[in-house]
């Protein structure tokens, strides 16, 4: 069965840092790409960023380029976005994605 749990979503001021996690399970994390989404109130939900489960290849979109860096922990199975430079309009909650598999959501307040 596939989980995927994150955590460490919390509130930031502006230009503040955070760093999130996803812990996988249930399917090969080393062949996998491990995607993250964001979904801020009343918007559609957008990817962030793709990384490998080795993190060999990373992507990003264009709005966190420069300020986001993702990485992944192989032992652990576990990925981790590290958020910098925050804005408030990326007040979202923010998925871990595998396929069609999603994690819960962790909630991400930007504001001061």
């Known amino acids: 069965q596939v989980q995927l749990v994150e955590s460490g979503g919390g509130v930031v001021q502006p230009g503040g840092s955070l760093r999130l996690s996803c812990a996988a399970s249930?399917?090969?994390?080393?062949?996998?790409?491990m995607r993250w989404y964001r979904q801020a109130p009343a918007k559609v939900r957008e990817w962030v960023a793709t990384?490998?489960?080795?993190?060999?290849?990373?992507d990003y979109a264009d709005s966190v380029k420069g300020r986001f860096t993702i990485s992944s922990d192989y032992a652990k199975n576990t990925v981790y976005p590290q958020m910098n430079s925050l804005k408030p309009d990326e007040t979202a909650v923010y998925y871990c994605?595998?396929?069609?598999?999603w994690g819960q959501g962790t909630p991400v307040t930007v504001s001061s």
């Open positions: 994605n595998w396929h069609d598999n």
């Open positions: 249930g399917f090969t994390f080393s062949t996998a790409f």
């Open positions: 990384i490998s489960g080795t993190g060999g290849f990373t």
